[in-house]
């Protein structure tokens, strides 16, 4: 099974070229993730992005990559996926809110990183 992700211009993100992996696995709903942000280990919350602004789920998918072998694609909507800090409860998503930032998707490597939804 292929896994295409392309996102197009957009006030969420920059856009990128597509891109082709093999899927291994279907996609699953992930509430958030560890990234590092500002030099520190930062627990976000993530969700997909679609046009006009509709929040969508964001997923976790294993896949491979040529260059980084079995990893996990973190992708959304067609407007990519956006981030917040993880507090008890994420804030109202906003696309102009300036403590929120969007990204086309993620390559993750490791499990451990991610956070399924329930």
């Keep these: 099974m292929d896994l295409y992700l392309e ?3 957009n006030p969420n993100c920059d856009a990128t070229e ?7 696995e279907p996609a699953r709903p992930l509430a958030r993730l560890w990234m590092i942000r500002d ?3 930062t627990c976000c919350w993530v969700t997909g992005v679609e046009p006009p602004g509709v929040w969508v789920p964001a997923v976790a998918q294993k896949i491979t990559d040529s260059g ?4 996990y694609a973190i992708h959304g909507g067609r407007w990519g996926i956006r981030f917040q800090g993880a507090a ?3 804030r ?8 929120q930032w969007g990204e086309p998707y993620k390559i993750y490597g490791a499990l451990k990183d991610l956070v399924f939804a329930a």
């Design 92 to 99: 109202p998503w906003d696309l102009a809110d300036p403590t």
């Design 88 to 90: 008890a409860q994420p």
């Design 7 to 9: 996102v197009g211009p």
């Design 68 to 71: 980084a072998g079995v990893v």
């Design 18 to 24: 597509g891109m082709m992996y093999c899927a291994l």
């Design 39 to 41: 030099g520190q280990p």
